[in-house]
């Protein structure tokens, strides 16, 4: 069976140049460590907000490195320098909607300025490539959602969509706590598994 690879790509002048440390890529991994019960491998690239040097990574995780899930973080505002949608879509084979329009929807649980985002879910033959935005703590916000003090799912993350649409795109089954986000899928494309 083949194993879950997953790119992680933290878009950002100032760290990728030093001004500050990234905090994109430890919080993407540290949440993915968090979610995933199954086995996954992790390639990560920091780099400029470029539009060319964003579809450069972009086509080679999922062409050179046969990613299944690409995460971005960063560079889906209005400013001038933010073009990851853009380098995004420019890589798309095909465009998923749902995903930003969900992410939009969960952040103004948190903060009035979601609709900012341009952020954009498509596909790049196997793989689903989505773009969170540029404050780390968002990256959890988008792909857990909102949960009351109890821990109930108020908004649902985007995540809970990402293991369904990987094995429709011919990926591995992927499994995730939970507690953090349950994954759904139809009753049809539910597998047992041992645990
Ligand atoms: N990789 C990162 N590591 C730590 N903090 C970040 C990172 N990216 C963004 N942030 C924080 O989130 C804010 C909004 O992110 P945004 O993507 O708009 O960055 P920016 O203002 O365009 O600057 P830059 O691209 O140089 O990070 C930043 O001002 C910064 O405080
Ligand atoms: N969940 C969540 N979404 C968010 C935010 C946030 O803090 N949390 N920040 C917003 C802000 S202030 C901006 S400008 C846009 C774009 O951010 P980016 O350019 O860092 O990608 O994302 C928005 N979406």
Same mark, same amino acid.
């Given at each position: 069976?083949?194993?879950?690879?997953?790119?992680?790509?933290?878009?950002?002048?100032?760290?990728?140049?030093?001004?500050?440390q990234?905090?994109?890529?430890?919080?993407?991994?540290?949440?993915?460590?968090?979610?995933?019960?199954?086995?996954?491998?992790i %390639?990560? +690239?920091?780099i400029?907000?470029?539009?060319?040097?964003i %579809?450069?990574?972009?086509?080679?995780?999922?062409?050179?490195?046969?990613?299944?899930?690409?995460l971005t973080?960063g &560079?889906?505002?209005?400013?001038?320098?933010?073009?990851?949608?853009?380098?995004?879509?420019?890589?798309?084979? +095909? %465009?998923?909607? &749902?995903? &930003?329009?969900?992410?939009?929807?969960?952040?103004?649980?948190?903060?009035? @300025?979601?609709?900012?985002?341009?952020?954009?879910?498509?596909? +790049?033959?196997?793989?689903?490539?989505?773009?969170l935005?540029?404050?780390?703590?968002?990256?959890?916000?988008?792909?857990? &959602?909102?949960?009351? %003090?109890?821990?109930?799912?108020?908004v649902?993350?985007?995540?809970?969509?990402?293991?369904?649409?990987?094995?429709?795109?011919?990926?591995?089954?992927?499994? @995730?706590?939970?507690?953090v986000?349950?994954?759904?899928r139809?009753?049809?494309?539910r +597998?047992? @598994?041992?645990?």
């Amino acid at each position: 069976m083949d194993t879950l690879r997953i790119g992680l790509v933290s878009v950002s002048d100032r760290a990728s140049s030093g001004v500050y440390q990234d905090k994109g890529l430890p919080a993407l991994e540290a949440w993915l460590a968090s979610a995933l019960t199954t086995p996954f491998q992790i %390639e990560t +690239r920091l780099i400029p907000d470029e539009q060319s040097i964003i %579809e450069q990574t972009l086509c080679e995780l999922v062409d050179e490195m046969s990613c299944h899930l690409v995460l971005t973080t960063g &560079g889906t505002g209005p400013a001038r320098r933010d073009v990851t949608p853009d380098a995004t879509l420019a890589v798309a084979d +095909r %465009e998923m909607p &749902g995903f &930003g329009e969900q992410m939009r929807q969960i952040s103004l649980n948190f903060v009035p @300025t979601a609709i900012l985002s341009r952020q954009v879910g498509v596909i +790049r033959k196997q793989a689903l490539i989505l773009n969170l935005p540029g404050q780390p703590k968002s990256i959890k916000e988008t792909l857990e &959602g909102l949960k009351d %003090e109890d821990g109930a799912v108020k908004v649902p993350g985007i995540f809970a969509s990402v293991p369904y649409c990987v094995q429709l795109l011919d990926g591995p089954y992927v499994e @995730t706590d939970p507690q953090v986000v349950a994954s759904f899928r139809p009753k049809s494309a539910r +597998r047992e @598994t041992l645990s």
